[in-house]
Nanobody
């Protein structure tokens, strides 16, 4: 069993930055591909980014490429999402997830996700 706890959300002005963290319990963190999703009000949850077990490769949704960076520290059982150049369309609850697939297509379809966090709110004001 793995528990995921997100932190770092908050209110930021457009053009600003935030860094989200997701701390995982257990000793198997490095066994999972880790990722982030988000859900805006009235919209379906969508894939944001994911990073492979070693941290050597990552993939992103087109909407965040060039602005967001995912990283992980396996020694600290933590995955991060650095978000720059935020705009109001990035307002959402951001969820951390642990999964098995290294396919961006699988992550986009929320396939092979083993665990979810409870989410952290990010609000970007215009």
């Amino acid at each position: 069993q793995v528990q995921l706890v997100e932190s770092g959300g908050g209110l930021v002005q457009a053009g600003g930055s935030l860094r989200l963290s997701c701390a995982a319990s257990g000793r198997t963190f490095s066994s999972y591909v880790m990722g982030w999703f988000r859900q805006a009000p009235g919209k379906e949850r969508e894939f944001v980014a994911a990073i492979v077990r070693s941290g050597g490769n990552s993939f992103y949704a087109d909407s965040v490429k060039g602005r967001f960076t995912i990283s992980r520290d396996n020694a600290k059982n933590t995955v991060y999402l650095q978000m720059n150049s935020l705009n109001p369309e990035d307002t959402a609850v951001y969820y951390c997830a642990a999964g098995y697939s290294t396919s961006g297509r699988d992550w986009s379809r929320e396939a092979y996700i083993a665990y979810w966090g409870r989410g952290t709110q990010v609000t970007v004001s215009s």
